[in-house]
Antibody, heavy 123, light 113 residues
């Protein structure tokens, strides 16, 4: 069974840092592009970042560029999001998501999502 | 960035009736080399992550009931629920994956009338 489990969220002050993790199981993690998507509670979905299978190619939304870094450890089956210089507007539930198995070039929809981890940026 | 605009924001439909949700992209998401539309639909219920329903604009994800269907091409797309069931109450989002940043529509809330 495919599982994605996020962790690392919590309350942080503006300007602070957090590292989110997404532990993957039930599939060959190293074969899939992965994404982070966030959602302010009660609002819509916003794509944050994407990483290819070996971590050599990454993309981020302009709103987080220079502050957030996506990475992965295929040996540990884990995806990360390092978030620095956090702002109040970064407050959201952060989901990790996997690209569909039939699509291997990163321009794909997402067939499995984690349950999300809440990040709250407030003083 | 490709802007995705959904309509309506919400709709109330009687059980067993048809629900139709529209999604318009600010530029075409049809890739000419493979004639595929890079458009997906997701369903999100309260307290849950999104669930993939439809991709390539009209391909139903495995396990999704056939009352859900997607149509459209280029910039205009539709998600249809042919006979609304109680378990279909949710927010529905379209997404383009033609180019980064990947972008979602604002969502359409579907309720029972």
């Amino acid at each position: 069974e495919v599982q994605l489990v996020e962790s690392g969220g919590g309350l942080v002050q503006p300007g602070g840092s957090l590292r989110l993790s997404c532990a993957a199981s039930g599939f060959t993690f190293s074969s899939f592009w992965m994404h982070w998507v966030r959602q302010v509670p009660g609002k819509g979905l916003v794509w944050v970042s994407r990483i290819d299978t070996d971590g050599s190619r990454t993309r981020c939304a302009d709103s987080v560029k220079g502050r957030f870094t996506i990475s992965r450890d295929n040996a540990k089956n884990t995806l990360y999001l390092q978030m620095n210089s956090l702002r109040a507007e970064d407050t959201a539930v952060y989901y990790c998501a996997r690209d569909v198995a039939s699509c291997t070039n990163g321009v794909c929809p997402h067939d499995y999502w984690g349950q999300g981890t809440l990040v709250t940026v407030s003083s | 960035d490709i802007v995705m605009t959904q309509s309506p924001d919400s709709l109330a439909v009687s059980l067993g009736e048809r629900a139709t949700i529209n999604c318009k992209s600010s530029q075409s998401v049809l890739y000419s080399s493979n004639n595929e539309n890079y458009l997906a639909w997701y369903q999100q219920k309260p307290g849950q992550p999104p669930k993939l329903l439809i991709y390539w604009a009209s391909t139903r994800e495995s396990g999704v009931p056939d009352r859900f269907s997607g149509s459209g091409s280029g910039t205009d797309f539709t998600l249809t629920i042919s006979s609304l069931q109680a378990e279909d109450v949710a927010v529905y989002y379209c997404q383009q994956y033609y180019s980064t940043p990947l972008t979602f529509g604002g969502g359409t809330r579907v309720e029972i009338k």
